[in-house]
């Protein structure tokens, strides 16, 4: 049923005084409220605080337009074998054409961690065209060097290292990951 149409039989029914007035003011207002909701922002992103938020539709317009979603290696990954005694992130931004990725692998319930101090990377790689690239990485436990590859499946991150550190380190040998919304 269209506007028009609900706000006609809201005015029938009170004229006809088959509601009381407290209920006919209720109605009047949420179904006012309702309908501003239902018509703004269809089709477009949402916005918050006159910030604009993607929605579920928009984001997958996008994605799709662009293609983005196969090739995005950007965000935070948890592993997802996750838990109290070990925790396994990996953090990849993009800056001028190039990731900059970091690790961290806490096991033994905080006992043993391998992570960066400051804002240092692991490694710094071009952007690759495809679904997954290799690269040399640093453990941070360590300072040993190794070598690892990151690929996209399904929209999952898989770590795998190719050659191992010298040393001590607490990465997994192989990991999925999967992407946190942030």
Do not use: H
Not at 12 to 19: E, I, R, T, V
Not at 21 to 45: D, E, H, P, R
Request: aromatic share 10%; net charge neutral.
């Amino acid at each position: 049923m269209k506007r028009g149409g609900i706000i006609e039989l809201i005015q029938l029914n009170m004229k006809n005084n088959k509601m009381n007035y407290s209920m006919q003011s209720l109605l009047l207002i949420s179904m006012f409220l309702l309908l501003s909701c239902n018509t703004q922002n269809k089709g477009s992103a949402e916005t918050t605080n006159n910030v604009a938020v993607d929605t579920p539709e928009t984001q997958q317009i996008k994605n799709e337009q662009s293609g983005s979603d196969k090739n995005d290696f950007t965000g935070e990954w948890n592993w997802e074998k996750n838990n109290d005694s070990k925790d396994f992130t990996v953090k990849i931004g993009l800056r001028n054409d190039s990731l900059f990725t970091s690790y961290c692998c806490i096991i033994q319930q905080g006992l043993k961690m391998d992570c960066p101090e400051n804002d240092e990377y692991s490694f710094v790689v071009p952007k690759p065209s495809g679904n997954y690239f290799t690269a040399s990485f640093k453990s941070y436990f360590s300072s040993s060097i190794g070598k690892v590859k990151l690929s996209l499946k399904d929209g999952k991150l898989i770590w795998e290292i190719l050659e191992a550190p010298k040393g001590e380190f607490y990465c997994p040998s192989t990991a999925i990951m999967i992407k946190q919304n942030n």
